[in-house]
């Protein structure tokens, strides 16, 4: 099936530096990928949708000059948090959906912890 | 996409069925039923999905009422790893539509 690899599983970082997760589709083309943020207790969130070749859409409430999102290709999509605080500290999740399909695929997150 | 209502946590016997229900009162003709599970720090994970029809795959049953306002999803034996939050999600089957996810249900398999 599907497979969508989420890197790096678990970092920390300490405030005011950058870090970025990638999300990679491996044995599928992804025109487009969602990232997802949860905190603790609580469900997913959608933040932005990424669409290969073009501008990330961010949802409402979500700063784009922060969480920066680049989809330069079918297979890799990347989420930099800029500037990173203590608040940002969470869960973050992207998904894939098969260009040539019709499934969904999340990956296994990304738990950030800004120190 | 339409709203669900879960309960918020159910408990179930190891080996035994777990029935989860989930009410979509306000389903629109072409939007889907998905479930998900998320276990503990990991992503989510597919489960099953259908329209109008009972539908059955190695993991689950979903089980649609014919007004297709509500649906259970049935795990025939469930196993202590069968323990996490079960998402009940609707949405029209498009590409590039995203999951809007609510609380789910947190099902405790207990031995």
């Known amino acids: 099936g599907a497979v969508v690899s989420q890197h790096p599983s678990r970092v920390i970082c300490k405030s005011g530096t950058s870090v970025k997760i990638e999300c990679r589709s491996l044995d599928f083309q992804a025109t487009t990928m969602f990232w997802y943020r949860q905190f603790p207790k609580q469900s997913l969130m959608l933040m932005a949708t990424?669409?290969?070749?073009?501008?990330?859409?961010?949802e409402q409430g979500v700063e784009k000059d922060k969480f920066l999102i680049n989809h330069a290709s079918l297979t890799l999509s990347t989420l930099t948090v800029t500037s990173a605080h203590p608040e940002d500290s969470s869960f973050y999740i992207c998904s894939a959906r098969d260009a040539g399909g019709y499934g969904y695929t999340f990956g296994s997150g990304t738990r950030l912890t800004v120190v | 996409d339409a709203k669900t209502t879960q309960p918020p946590s159910m408990d179930c016997a190891e080996g035994r069925a777990a029935n989860l229900p989930c009410n979509h009162s306000?389903?629109?003709?072409?939007?889907?039923v998905y479930w998900y599970r998320q276990i503990h720090s990991q992503g989510p994970q597919y489960i099953i999905h259908g329209l109008k029809n009972n539908e059955t795959n190695e993991m689950a049953s979903l089980i649609i009422t014919e007004d297709r306002k509500s649906s259970t999803l049935i795990l025939p034996h469930a196993t202590l790893r069968d323990t996490a939050v079960y998402y009940c999600?609707?949405?029209?089957?498009?590409?590039?539509?995203?999951?809007?996810f609510g609380p789910g249900t947190r099902l405790s398999v207990l031995p």
């Open positions: 990424s669409n290969e070749g073009s501008k990330a859409t961010y």
């Open positions: 999600i609707v949405r029209v089957e498009g590409y590039g539509q995203n999951f809007v």
């Open positions: 306000t389903i629109s003709g072409n939007e889907y």
